[in-house]
């Protein structure tokens, strides 16, 4: 039980902007979750940990924790966890400005919220899209056909 609680003491810390406080509980709470082999729980710490990251601009280590979650995700099964997998990797990719990259994990991310008919993945993956072709279309660069198809 303690695994839990410490992951939601790390998100109230998270989002009272004391970000140091979160990434310890964080820390405490995937150790647990580890140490009782609870691939689920290690996947959504390591996913929560992954925002927080991104939030204070540690790219690389957002990436790695994100990457992460994702393979436990994929590995056991855990599908209705992929959309929002895919979506924070886009979001990571998105602000190191790795538009193409960003736009292939918002596609698997828009595909699999409409497979599962979940609104809350496809308003997400189509709000981090809408983001990626406004910076294209900044930088010239086009969004591919493969996009524009995901969203008819």
Request: no cysteine.
């Amino acid at each position: 039980m303690r695994g839990p609680v410490l992951n939601n003491l790390a998100s109230v810390y998270h989002s009272m902007g004391m970000t140091d406080s979160a990434i310890v509980y964080f820390e405490r709470s995937l150790k647990i979750r580890r140490d009782n082999e609870d691939a689920y729980g290690t996947a959504r710490v390591l996913d929560n940990m992954g925002e927080v990251l991104l939030s204070v601009g540690d790219t690389n280590e957002a990436l790695k924790s994100h990457l992460e979650a994702l393979s436990i995700n994929q590995s056991k099964g855990y599908k209705e966890n992929l959309p929002g997998n895919y979506e924070q990797l886009g979001r990571i990719q998105f602000f190191r400005k790795n538009y193409k990259q960003a736009q292939l994990y918002g596609d698997s991310s828009l595909a699999l919220g409409k497979e599962m008919g979940n609104v809350n993945h496809i308003r997400d993956a189509a709000k981090l899209l809408s983001e990626v072709y406004d910076a294209q279309s900044k930088s010239n660069i086009l969004p591919t056909e493969i996009t524009i198809e995901n969203l008819k």
